[in-house]
C-alpha cells in the first residue's frame, strides 16, 4: 500500500515544480534547427570527456548554438491593422523603394524597413500580419555584408509575400549575410499565419526587410531596437 503523502513531502514537489516553472519561463526553448547543431557539440564533448580541452570546447559550442537558436515565446499586440517586426535587431533603413521583383507584386513604390541581425539575436522569423501566404520566392545570389545597401539586391534571400483579411499586401525579405549561409522557410503558400507566428530563421548574422503600402504610419525610428512579433513597425491604413 502506498504511504499518504507528507506535508514535507507536497512542499517539496511544490517548490519543484516552482523551480521547473522558473527555469521553462527564464530559458528559451531552442529552434528545431538548432538542434543538430548542438548534438554536435555535446557529441563532441562526450568523445573528449578524457581530455578537457577537447570537451570544453564541445559543451562551449553546444551552449553557443543553444544561445544562437534560442526560440524565445513573444506575445504580439492585440490592436488591429498593425505590422510587427518579423526578426529581433536594429533598424537600419526606413525607404521607399520599389517592391521585390522576384515576387512580381503590383510595380507600386512601398516602405521598406529593414532590420539588422547580429549574432547575438535570436534568429528566428516571424510573420509581420496576420494573413495567407501568397507567394514564397527563393533567390540565389553573394553574401556581402547584410548591413550594406546593395545586400537587399544582391544576396541570397527568400522573399514570402502576405496578404491580409483586408486584401493589404506586406512581404517579408529573409536576406543571408557576410556569414550567414542557411535560410530556412517553413512556411508555404496558402498557409494561414497568425500575427507573429514563427515561419523561418537564418543561421549566423543575417538581415529582413518588410515591405507594406508606402501611405502606412511608420512608428520607428532607424538605429531602434525591434523585438520580433512584438514591436509594431507601422500601421495600415
Same mark, same amino acid.
Given at each position: 500500500?502506498?504511504?499518504?503523502?507528507?506535508?514535507?513531502? &507536497?512542499?517539496? !514537489?511544490?517548490?519543484?515544480?516552482?523551480? @521547473?516553472?522558473?527555469?521553462?519561463?527564464?530559458? %528559451?526553448?531552442?529552434?528545431?534547427?538548432?538542434?543538430?547543431?548542438?548534438?554536435?557539440?555535446?557529441?563532441?564533448?562526450? /568523445?573528449?570527456? $578524457?581530455?578537457? #580541452?577537447? =570537451?570544453?570546447? +564541445?559543451?562551449?559550442? /553546444?551552449?553557443?548554438? &543553444?544561445?544562437?537558436?534560442?526560440?524565445?515565446?513573444?506575445?504580439?499586440?492585440?490592436? %488591429?491593422?498593425?505590422?510587427?517586426?518579423?526578426?529581433? +535587431?536594429?533598424?537600419?533603413?526606413?525607404?521607399?523603394? =520599389?517592391? %521585390?521583383?522576384?515576387?512580381?507584386?503590383?510595380?507600386?513604390?512601398?516602405? =521598406?524597413?529593414?532590420?539588422?541581425?547580429?549574432?547575438?539575436?535570436?534568429? @528566428?522569423?516571424?510573420?509581420?500580419?496576420?494573413?495567407?501566404?501568397?507567394?514564397? $520566392?527563393?533567390?540565389?545570389?553573394?553574401?556581402?555584408? &547584410?548591413? =550594406?545597401?546593395?545586400?537587399?539586391?544582391?544576396?541570397?534571400?527568400?522573399?514570402? #509575400?502576405?496578404?491580409?483579411?483586408?486584401?493589404?499586401?506586406?512581404?517579408?525579405?529573409?536576406?543571408? +549575410?557576410?556569414?550567414?549561409?542557411?535560410?530556412?522557410?517553413?512556411?508555404?503558400?496558402?498557409?494561414?499565419?497568425?500575427?507573429?507566428?514563427?515561419?523561418?530563421?537564418?543561421?549566423?548574422?543575417?538581415?529582413?526587410?518588410?515591405?507594406?503600402?508606402?501611405?502606412?504610419?511608420?512608428?520607428?525610428?532607424? +538605429?531602434?531596437?525591434? @523585438?520580433?512579433?512584438?514591436?509594431?513597425?507601422? !500601421?495600415?491604413?
Amino acid at each position: 500500500m502506498a504511504r499518504p503523502a507528507r506535508p514535507a513531502d &507536497a512542499a517539496n !514537489e511544490s517548490e519543484m515544480s516552482r523551480f @521547473v516553472s522558473l527555469v521553462r519561463s527564464t530559458v %528559451p526553448p531552442v529552434h528545431p534547427a538548432g538542434l543538430p547543431f548542438i548534438a554536435g557539440g555535446l557529441g563532441v564533448a562526450a /568523445a573528449g570527456r $578524457k581530455y578537457g #580541452w577537447l =570537451r570544453n570546447t +564541445g559543451l562551449t559550442a /553546444a551552449a553557443a548554438c &543553444a544561445l544562437f537558436f534560442r526560440h524565445p515565446p513573444r506575445v504580439p499586440p492585440t490592436r %488591429p491593422g498593425v505590422v510587427v517586426a518579423p526578426a529581433d +535587431g536594429r533598424v537600419t533603413l526606413i525607404e521607399r523603394v =520599389r517592391p %521585390p521583383s522576384q515576387l512580381n507584386m503590383p510595380d507600386v513604390p512601398m516602405t =521598406r524597413i529593414s532590420i539588422f541581425l547580429s549574432v547575438f539575436d535570436a534568429h @528566428v522569423q516571424r510573420a509581420p500580419v496576420e494573413g495567407e501566404v501568397v507567394t514564397i $520566392k527563393y533567390r540565389p545570389g553573394q553574401f556581402v555584408s &547584410a548591413e =550594406r545597401d546593395q545586400a537587399s539586391e544582391v544576396n541570397e534571400c527568400n522573399s514570402v #509575400w502576405f496578404r491580409t483579411a483586408q486584401g493589404i499586401d506586406v512581404a517579408a525579405v529573409q536576406i543571408a +549575410g557576410l556569414v550567414a549561409r542557411r535560410i530556412v522557410c517553413t512556411a508555404h503558400i496558402g498557409d494561414k499565419v497568425a500575427l507573429g507566428e514563427t515561419y523561418g530563421l537564418i543561421r549566423f548574422g543575417s538581415r529582413l526587410d518588410t515591405y507594406l503600402p508606402a501611405n502606412s504610419r511608420v512608428l520607428v525610428e532607424i +538605429g531602434q531596437r525591434a @523585438v520580433a512579433g512584438e514591436t509594431v513597425l507601422a !500601421e495600415l491604413v
